[in-house]
């Protein structure tokens, strides 16, 4: 009895470091409507601060620890404010899947800085004074300071109820979270009221990560590590809810408590599972409200045009000239560009189900992953070489897309992004920790191509083959039927449902074919490299397909080709140096404020402005409302 | 001629609030019926039962026979009923043509064809409808740049693409000027006029109302008060108490001029 | 009160207004008339600073409001009501009225919650309830007394009887004398001419982004052909 009894103590401890995280994330993205990746910074900043001020005031004692704790949370508001004013204000009017990339961007710079700021190794904090033992509860050990957060919880919780219900301050967020435009109309200061949001959010990040020190070492994978779970509570609860994030922060925690005594391994995956089932059933999440799930919204694109004469001329040319670089140039230039190739296809199978499809998915490495890892256990396994394997991996990610898109295509907006990330976390998961059929850590070595297609050139030919044959499947299913009705229901869904289409049951489809082709990307890509490792379904390697889709400009077809293989190159280079995360999350930045219409949509406008400078007297708008060249 | 819609008893409420009560009423093929009564009478709420987009808590609706209720919006249409929106429902990254050719499209059940170009099935089809409404010289300007006034005009080529038997059209005139509303009013009645297809519609504007409709029903509080011609409507004194006014309106107006 | 000159706003690329030019005086109630898409709401957001790009002169008092922030205009005595009733669905009556609410002006009526509650019957009895929870007339006339809370000078009406049953219609007609009664200055966009007629003191009539008519109805009533060729009545 006491046994479970602290089971459940923990989880409530657990809940909330949980919600304070969480409620952070939520009052943020109510008010700005950005998906904030850097709020995991903004945590992680909380615990390396507070690590530091404790520290050096542990000669206070408690007041040196409490106050350390407090004023490392107000000085990650201080820097959250900085973050919105300088960066995130320019880009509120940015389609979210900008804002959510440029958080990327951030999340990189911070975590670079931290590195050089606190070193690489792992921190272990002070205990907190006072509360640095156990008491016993029905005979087991409980710490002190997990009593106290299990009681810190619920009176945030109950100070922010009443900031938001019984101040003016509290009542026009909430206005904001329903109409931001209308509020500004009434009077208010918008850019204050964003700005105070976004501060108290911070400060709410940076308490959660303080606070955290003397249970956990300080280390630099915290951002991402809390950030997948914050949003999985934040999504539960309903976005924009600050008591739902509550609920559902207790209710994975506990569940969390309870099932590792029963399944250890769970805990990676629980929280994704529980949010997949929440969401079938509650489409906005436990207290969320329909609508709280859509950004800004967008600018309509303008209609697809097919590639005119020239235009096809130069896709030729390319594919042409690509085939003639085994001629002349080095094995490593072809290994570089079989990368190309494969984040090419990786990211115009994305761009299907995003561009075309208007359908977010933050977790399309699951499907990348998939294929890759099929191949690999086909041939470990069963023995089977490449053909067959190549043939076998698009089908298992094409029904790994069938099994996830069922759940996915019910959900719109951010809920069903986080339902595609809670997607590819399970796969991940699954692989992590399944070691004896997976490798887990160690992944799977010794998926080698063929004889035939062994050398560097033969294998280049091949990639090209399979790749842009995947372009050009995934450009003609976008200019047939199928792609058209996909926009189509993409534009409305409610006109597409009143022309007799099964909205849903068509999505479901594309979402299929597109994780298909994601998994031929995938396979290309084991044979490649000759192994397979966790790290191709984590966050990172989605969040790599949309900074391609993004670099290359998401309202036009050729935007995934130039965006991957600009990102391939960029990558090839920049990793190379010490601090790269650094330069990727400026370069990043650079692109969301400068060229917010992508590689494609700069490129565009610089023709139309130059052709302007030699026709004078062409309008150059008209030019560029003429249509989307594909 | 026999009836294309028969509905009976048609019930439905909303957390105990009765939105609509124990509605009947029958629709002739080739009738132009309007269906009017005060913000939250239930006029939108019956049309959501009529297409499939609600389910009645108790009732049938029958359409040449076949009964609806239980039927998704998607297979209602198929079965023959058309619908055009209150507030447009168009493909806006489409042009004006490729919107009705979608329509199409779906009809002929080759919503899945991976490989044909979309932009070339049915244009002439799709073109023969834009020349009925009057807009075939629109047909490739993008939808997003339509005026309102067209992008409800198109709303009915889409809703007429696969020549339903019942056309549902939820206050089609609303956001339009004056006379594009006689226009459009005046184009469904004439469609209405061979004989083909009958249409409901809900409306506010009175004129509209009386100037084409061949019979009116009116709603209030869920409830079915009062059905017949215009002149009969425009006489029934509960009618003009709960919906049409009092007539202070035109009354101050005339005390204004004098 | 609010003179505007050579307005021009663009959205994207789309060129809506084309030098507008118009003037509201000190408690007058004007209308602006025009087609759907003929540029009566870009006007009315033009001068709330709710478009982006736009050039062009906007001035309330004498004093320059073009490209200041929405807010600053709000602040400074002008009211803007949406067409769209974009009230605060989860918020309450009440909650939905203190967004709103600003410092008295010392040149404008008060607008108390009592005051308005008396113009606005229906909204004291719902007043606990919340914004979606209203019928739709109740709720244009929640994003009236909504914006009313700010004591503002000059109100600007998107479109008041649009979409709302002939009854409603009568009671927004009260409304706008009651408003005029007060000493505001009013604006209303409509395409109903008879329900402008009745309300407002003169008119002007905008085609395609572009002023064609400015006086009074009876002016109007002399050449029905401007009406019949911008309204299409």
């Known amino acids: ?630 | 001629m026999g009836n294309v819609l028969e509905v009976r008893s048609l019930s439905k409420s909303f957390g105990g609030i009765r939105a609509v009560r124990d509605v009947s009423f029958d629709l002739k093929r080739g009738e132009f019926l309007a269906l009017i009564g005060p913000n939250g009478a239930g006029k939108t709420t019956c049309f959501n039962m009529l297409n499939g987009y609600l389910r009645p808590d108790t009732g049938s609706v029958k359409l040449l026979g076949r009964e609806l209720v239980g039927i998704p919006p998607r297979k209602v249409w198929r079965m023959g009923v058309g619908r055009t929106f209150q507030i447009t429902e168009t493909f806006r990254s489409m042009t004006v043509l490729e919107n009705v050719q979608m329509a199409l499209i779906s009809h002929n059940r080759r919503i899945f064809d991976l490989f044909s170009k979309a932009t070339a099935l049915y244009r002439d089809e799709a073109l023969k409808l834009l020349e009925l409404i009057g807009m075939a010289a629109q047909a490739d300007r993008p939808c997003a740049e339509l005026a309102y006034g067209d992008l409800k005009q198109l709303e009915l080529a889409i809703a007429l693409a696969h020549d339903p038997d019942l056309l549902l059209m939820d206050e089609p005139t609303a956001g339009m000027a004056p006379n594009e509303r006689i226009a459009l009013m005046q184009l469904t009645a004439d469609i209405v006029a061979r004989g083909h297809v009958s249409v409901i519609f809900t409306e506010h504007d009175m004129d509209v109302v009386f100037a084409h409709s061949h019979r009116i029903l009116v709603l209030n509080r869920g409830e079915l008060i009062a059905e017949g011609t215009g002149d009969e409507i425009r006489a029934n004194a509960l009618v003009q108490e709960v919906y049409l006014g009092g007539g202070s309106l035109f009354h101050e107006k005339e005390t204004a001029h004098a | ?233």
């Open chain 1, 1 to 630: 009895m006491g046994f479970y009894l602290a089971q459940l103590l923990t989880g409530l401890a657990n809940a909330s470091s949980l919600f304070l995280i969480a409620c952070g994330l939520s009052i943020i993205f109510g008010v700005t409507r950005i998906v904030n990746f850097a709020h995991g910074s903004f945590y992680m900043l909380g615990a390396y601060l507070s690590y530091t001020l404790v520290t050096h005031l542990s000669a206070l004692g408690a007041l040196g620890f409490w106050g350390g704790v407090l004023v490392s949370a107000l000085l990650v508001g201080v820097i959250g404010l900085l973050v919105e004013v300088l960066i995130l204000r320019r880009i509120y009017r940015a389609p979210e899947l900008f804002q959510l990339v440029a958080t990327f961007g951030i999340l990189l710079i911070i975590e670079d800085a931290a590195l050089a700021i606190w070193g690489a190794q792992d921190l272990l904090g002070p205990r907190a004074p006072g509360l640095s033992k156990a008491v016993r509860i029905l005979g087991e050990p409980i710490p002190q300071y997990d009593l106290a957060l299990i009681v810190i919880g619920p009176v945030v919780l109950g100070l922010i109820w009443l900031i938001f219900h019984r101040t003016r301050w509290g009542v026009l967020v909430r206005a904001a979270t329903q109409d931001r435009e209308m509020v500004g109309a009434l009077g208010v200061n918008q850019a204050l009221l964003f700005s105070s949001a976004f501060f108290l959010g911070s400060v709410m990040a940076g308490l959660g990560g303080a606070l955290q020190i003397p249970r956990e070492a300080v280390n630099l994978n915290m951002d991402l590590s809390v950030i997948g779970d914050a949003f999985v509570v934040v999504v539960i609860g309903g976005m924009g809810s600050v008591t739902g994030a509550f609920i559902a922060a207790v209710l994975i925690s506990v569940l969390n408590a309870f099932a590792v005594l029963v399944f250890p391994q769970i805990s990676l995956v629980l929280p994704f599972i529980v949010m997949a089932l929440v969401l079938v059933v509650r489409p906005y999440g436990l207290l969320g409200k329909p609508g709280s799930e859509k950004g800004a919204p967008a600018d309509p694109e303008a209609p697809l045009r097919p590639l005119n004469p020239a235009g096809r001329l130069a896709m030729g040319a390319v594919v042409v000239i690509l085939a003639l670089v085994p001629l002349v140039s080095a094995d490593f230039t072809m290994i570089l560009l079989v990368d190309v190739l494969i984040a090419v296809l990786f990211a115009a199978s994305l761009h299907f189900i995003m561009g075309t499809g208007g359908m977010i998915s933050f977790g399309h490495a699951a499907y990348f992953g998939v294929g890759a890892y099929a191949a690999a256990l086909v041939v470990k396994w069963l023995g089977l070489s490449m053909v067959p394997a190549m043939i076998v991996a698009p089908v298992a990610s094409g029904l790994a897309a069938l099994v996830f898109g069922w759940f996915c295509v019910r959900l719109s907006g951010v809920y069903l992004g986080m339902l595609t990330l809670a997607a590819a976390q399970i796969v991940w998961g699954v692989t992590f920790q399944w070691q004896d059929v997976t490798g887990g850590d160690d992944g799977i070595i010794g998926v080698w191509p063929a004889k035939w297609a062994s050398s560097e050139t033969a294998y280049f030919y091949l990639a090209l083959v399979l790749c842009a044959g995947g372009v050009w499947l995934l450009r003609r299913a976008a200019h047939a039927p199928f792609g058209y009705m996909l926009r189509g229901i993409r534009d409305s869904e409610i006109r597409a449902e009143a022309i007799g289409v099964d909205t849903r049951f068509h999505q479901w489809m594309a979402f299929t074919f597109a994780g298909t082709l994601a998994g031929l990307a995938g396979v290309v890509s084991a044979f490649a490299k000759g192994s397979v490792f966790p790290d191709v379904l984590n966050i990172s390697s989605s969040i790599d397909a949309l900074i391609m889709v993004l670099l290359g400009g998401i309202h036009t077809l050729l935007g995934p080709l130039l965006g991957a293989s600009v990102f391939v190159l960029i990558e090839s280079w920049v990793t190379r140096l010490e601090y790269w995360r650094f330069i990727f999350g400026l370069i990043i930045l650079g692109v969301v404020l400068i060229a917010p219409d992508g590689l494609a949509g700069a490129l565009s406008r610089l023709l139309a402005f130059l052709k302007a400078r030699i026709r004078p007297g062409t309008d150059t708008k008209k030019e560029a409302l003429h249509g989307q060249r594909s």
């Open chain 3, 1 to 233: 009160m609010l003179e505007v000159r050579e307005l021009n706003s663009q959205y994207g690329g789309a060129k809506i207004l084309h030098g507008v030019t118009m003037t509201l005086g000190a408690n007058e109630v004007v209308a602006l008339l025009g087609r759907n898409g003929a540029g009566k709401s870009t006007t009315m957001k033009s001068i709330m600073g709710m478009v982006r790009q736009k050039s062009g002169s906007v001035l309330y008092e004498g004093a320059e409001m073009l490209g200041r922030p929405s807010h600053v205009i709000c602040r400074a005595g002008v009211g803007y009501v949406p067409e769209e009733r974009r009230i605060f669905k989860e918020l309450t009556v009440e909650e939905n009225l203190s967004v709103g609410k600003r410092e008295k002006r010392a040149d404008a009526p008060e607008w108390t919650l009592d005051h308005l509650y008396t113009l606005f019957p229906n909204l004291k009895e719902r007043r606990r309830n919340l914004g979606k929870h209203l019928s739709g007339g109740e709720q244009q006339m929640l994003t009236i007394a909504r914006t009313l809370m700010g004591n503002p000078k000059v109100v600007l009406l998107d479109e008041p009887s649009e979409g709302i049953a002939p009854v409603i219609v009568e009671q927004m007609a009260h409304v706008i004398a009651e408003l005029k009664r007060e000493g505001l200055s009013v604006l209303i966009s409509e395409q109903n001419l008879h329900f402008a007629r009745l309300v407002s003191d003169r008119a002007y009539i905008i085609e395609k982004g572009q002023m064609r008519y400015e006086g009074t109805f009876a002016e109007l009533d002399a050449q029905p052909e401007v009406s019949a060729k911008y309204l299409a009545v």
